[in-house]
């Protein structure tokens, strides 16, 4: 049985960079990856999004890298090694360290700038597909 992690990795108030949301994701996208966790014998248990904060350095929730014997991140067609850097189990935040990863880091913004009913957009990689996108309105 799968264990699906979903993690909101951006939050890009439309109106602070008055960009549309495909315009969004066409800057973003290229930072958000697919972390998956396997057993030992290599079958995927568990999978969700991920983001990339640093050269080689990746953020995603720990739940999907629980139980798993081993860790892989998927950027594009590559699949590549990663092991856990920092866990913040509090607020299920984990760091990863993926030696070859290329791809750029994103521009992390400031909450401050988000007000209830702001445009906002999402990205992420749910139930492990590759680069979904949704606008939506922040509403609490």
């Known amino acids: 049985?799968?264990?699906?992690?979903?993690?909101?990795?951006?939050?890009?108030?439309?109106?602070?960079?008055?960009?549309?949301?495909?315009?969004?994701?066409?800057?973003?996208?290229?930072?958000?990856?697919?972390?998956r966790a396997l057993d030992a014998q290599g079958k995927v248990i568990s999978f969700g999004s991920g983001v990339v904060i640093a050269p080689a350095q990746v953020v995603t929730n720990c739940h999907v890298t629980d139980d798993g014997a081993r860790l892989e991140v998927k950027s594009g067609s590559r699949a590549l090694p990663a092991s856990i850097r920092y866990t913040d189990r509090e607020r299920d935040l984990c760091q990863l360290a993926v030696p070859g990863l290329i791809a750029p880091a994103v521009k992390i913004g400031s909450v401050k700038q988000i007000k209830i009913g702001a445009r906002v957009?999402?990205?992420?990689?749910?139930?492990?597909?590759?680069?979904?996108?949704?606008?939506?309105?922040?509403?609490?």
């Open 1 to 35: 049985m799968y264990r699906f992690g979903v993690c909101l990795l951006l939050l890009f108030p439309a109106f602070a960079f008055a960009k549309t949301p495909a315009e969004v994701f066409s800057m973003a996208s290229p930072s958000v990856v697919v972390v």
């Open 121 to 140: 957009v999402a990205l992420g990689a749910p139930q492990g597909l590759e680069l979904w996108t949704s606008p939506a309105s922040v509403d609490t």
